[in-house]
């Protein structure tokens, strides 16, 4: 048993720097040509992430579990146009994530004797992995080890029903833990209980942040300085951006009306929220179990206002309606300078041809002490324990396992493929992407959307800004109502 297990973990490691290998093998440039060696990692640095990822399984506690399978319940699409993996093929077949994942979880399975089983959920629309897995849980059957889901829609349902564990009781499960995103513990933690986190398990990490594109060639038409060195020292702010798009929208088809075929200096898909959280602030946080109202202050109000300058200016495009990629077509079609969108959009870009930067969400002012960047609850993925588990103790320990191994494996994949394909050009627009995943906010009050506050607060923006403190104040009780009652609730389970 010893000797074939030796010979499987070997075969395993080799399979492993393979799959390391073709992220770097596929690099090229804009015209399809190979890179040159300087732009590659040295060989040193191509052997850290395998010997990383095998350092730290080492470090687990090892059980041998006898064959007993691993249930994960997830799936690989995020709408109709988006797809983003969360479980591997059958095999390798030289995609980036698929390969990491893969390799990831022949990995595991060797070290814990396991066999690590999937059921996707596709396409993942209307409750569906939902409902299918609250029936499973409801009914107790133990089918169902672990859940991946988005927190805006299946984390929130989940919780209301009081169908999965809080992680916090589970000891094997460490959430201080690096490969655990700790913004989101601190912001996703409700009087001490954790029923839903998020970190490195999960490709989607990287990918829920909003984030800022913008069009190299356009920049250098209007000859303007791409704005990494402003994000570095702390000037990339709201009126920067308002700056850098003012006069700058053209009626192209001359039919006097702003529409698809046009010039914008700004698109976005009617979403003014990620704005707000962008200046680090929140329309209302959970402290010691009650919730609190942040957005009715002199100081908010005004940065609403802010926002709002930028959704009534002429120089921008917007529909506020998630479903459609309008915005999106605009940027791609290079009649756009800047666009703003959740990171997985990448993936709308690939056959895009013109080169464009990432950018992370613009401060208040350059007062303010960081970046901060709003997480698309639609894209960002939840990870859940069912109450049905019957073995939580081995659930635990596989569960903190793959969140440990991911952040060797799929997360430098994930980070590498943005950089390696054509969706971005330069290693500024990665540094500018982990800046944003690493900076992300987490806001409850935004799921659960408790008193319909924080859509008021977005429309709010839309609209300029008009009558904020009076409309806040409008639904300021029902939402506190609403949040103390949602909150009193699971907190008496």
């Not at 133990?142 to 889901?149: K, M, S, T, V």
């Not at 490195?200 to 829920?208: C, H, K, M, Q």
């Not at 569960?399 to 994930?414: D, K, L």
């Not at 590498?416 to 900076?439: G, H, N």
Request: aromatic share 12%; proline share 3%; hydrophobic share 40%.
């Amino acid at each position: 048993m010893w000797h074939r297990n030796c010979l499987k973990a070997a075969a395993l490691l080799l399979a492993f720097v393979l799959a390391i290998g073709t992220l770097f093998a596929c690099a090229s440039d804009n015209d399809g040509n190979s890179l040159s060696s300087d732009s590659l990692p040295s060989a040193d640095e191509t052997t850290a992430a395998e010997t990383d990822v095998m350092s730290v399984l080492a470090s687990l506690k090892s059980v041998d579990y006898e064959g007993e399978s691993f249930d994960i319940w997830t799936s690989n699409v995020i709408n109709g146009a988006l797809t983003l993996r969360q479980a591997p093929g059958e095999s390798m077949d030289g995609e980036q994530i698929n390969d990491a994942l893969y390799t990831r979880d022949r990995l595991l399975e060797s070290k814990y004797n396991i066999t690590i089983n999937y059921t996707l959920v596709e396409p993942d629309a209307a409750f569906q992995l939902y409902n299918k897995a609250a029936k499973v849980i409801m009914a107790g059957d133990d089918e169902i080890d672990l859940a991946f889901g988005n927190m805006q829609v299946y984390a929130v349902e989940f919780v209301k029903n009081k169908l999965i564990l809080d992680m916090n009781q589970i000891p094997e499960i460490d959430l201080s833990n690096e490969w655990w995103q700790q913004i989101a513990r601190r912001d996703l933690e409700i009087a001490g209980r954790m029923y839903f986190a998020t970190g490195d398990i999960t490709p989607r990490y990287v990918f829920s942040p909003f984030i800022i594109l913008f069009n190299k060639q356009l920049f250098d038409d209007y000859n303007y300085e791409y704005p990494y060195a402003s994000v570095a020292n702390g000037t990339w702010t709201m009126d920067m951006l308002l700056g850098l798009i003012k006069g700058t929208y053209r009626d192209l088809n001359g039919n006097e009306k702003k529409d698809l075929d046009d010039f914008y200096g700004f698109t976005n898909e009617g979403w003014a929220y990620p704005f707000f959280n962008g200046f680090g602030d929140t329309t209302m946080s959970v402290k010691s179990g009650s919730p609190v109202l942040n957005c009715d202050t002199e100081t908010a109000i005004d940065k609403l206002a802010k926002v709002g300058e930028l959704f009534v200016s002429d120089d921008i495009f917007f529909k506020n309606a998630r479903t459609q990629y309008d915005f999106s077509d605009i940027f791609e079609a290079n009649r756009a300078l800047l666009c703003s969108q959740t990171a997985t959009n990448l993936y709308l870009l690939t056959d895009m041809e013109t080169d464009f930067g990432v950018l992370p969400m613009p401060k208040y002012n350059e007062s303010q002490d960081k970046y901060y960047s709003f997480v698309n609850g639609y894209c960002a993925t939840a990870i859940m324990i069912p109450i049905s588990v019957t073995d939580v103790s081995m659930v635990g320990t596989l569960t903190e396992a793959m969140a440990a191994a991911s952040r060797y494996t799929s997360t430098p994949a994930a980070y590498e493929v943005t950089l390696l394909t054509k969706q971005t050009r330069d290693e500024e627009s990665v540094d500018m992407l982990r800046l944003s995943a690493e900076s992300a906010v987490y806001e409850l009050t935004n799921y659960f959307n408790w008193g319909g506050v924080a859509s008021t607060v977005n429309s709010i923006m839309l609209n300029g800004g008009k009558d904020a403190a009076s409309k806040i104040a409008k639904v300021s009780k029902p939402a506190i109502k609403a949040a103390e009652d949602s909150l009193n609730d699971l907190l008496s389970k």
